[in-house]
């Protein structure tokens, strides 16, 4: 813990240096900057991030469940930051670049986004929680995100919320979303090939056309009047006056 404390309070940018075991449980960090270090086997549970950017960086077997995360940067020009086999379970990110950032086999288990940008993310998430041969949905949220070309490699999402967001381009192909909401949301071009969408929520949500045909399955999904028409016309229907 020593290690990291120290590098933190020297305000300096500290480049290239692996921290490794830290122990910063509700420690709260601000106001610092990494370049291309590496994290492993870190825990900043219960922690507070504000204002720490952190560019070309990795965390490995890192947990930050419970943490709060504001004002961060992950990402800096075409540089993301490598999550892998992390655990950000119940974890609070607000106003944070995460664009371009690689997630892999990384835990998201009722993880809110908000008013966060993770434009061109890879997004290996698991996001329910598994006891024995059960599992108890809890699903990933995203607030008011910026999702454009992100892609989620397919996962069961089922009642995540991606509201109000830009999910332009944005795979999520063969994702179980049952009950997910993406009410408000644009989801132009988005890709939902294999998708399975019983009862999700797709009120308010803007398109210019939507492939029913592609869906696994869209039973009993919510949508609005307005968008009637785009739906009939991906099953060849058009409505006469």
């Known amino acids: 813990m020593q290690a990291l404390l120290d590098a933190i309070r020297n305000r300096e940018p500290v480049s290239g240096m692996r921290f490794d075991g830290e122990e910063l449980q509700e420690a709260d960090l601000c106001e610092a900057e990494f ?40 990402s800096e020009g075409e540089t993301g930051t490598q999550w892998r086999y992390c655990d950000l379970s119940k974890a609070e990110i607000r106003r944070s670049n995460l664009s371009l950032n690689t997630m892999i086999g990384s835990t998201a288990y009722l993880t809110a986004f908000a008013d966060c940008a993770l434009s061109g993310a890879k997004l290996d998430l698991d996001t329910q929680r598994k006891i024995r041969t059960q599992v108890i949905a809890g699903g990933v949220q995203f607030m008011k995100c910026k999702l454009q070309y992100a892609v989620f490699a397919a996962a069961d999402f089922q009642e995540s919320v991606f509201e109000s967001s830009d999910l332009r381009d944005c795979s999520l192909s063969g994702s179980n979303l049952r009950h997910a909401s993406f009410r408000g949301s644009s989801l132009h071009n988005i890709d939902l090939a294999g998708a399975t969408l019983d009862h999700a929520d797709l009120s308010h949500a803007s398109f210019d056309d939507f492939d029913l045909t592609s869906l696994a399955s869209f039973r009993a999904t919510i949508v609005t009047r307005d968008q009637h028409e785009a739906l009939l016309a991906s099953l060849g229907l058009v409505t006469a006056d």
Request: net charge positive; hydrophobic share 40%; with cysteine.
């Open 35 to 74: 370049r291309a270090c590496r994290f492993s086997n870190c825990r900043f549970d219960e922690a507070i991030l504000r204002r720490v950017k952190f560019v070309g960086c990795i965390f490995e077997h890192c947990s930050f469940r419970d943490s709060v995360i504001e004002d961060c940067i992950f």
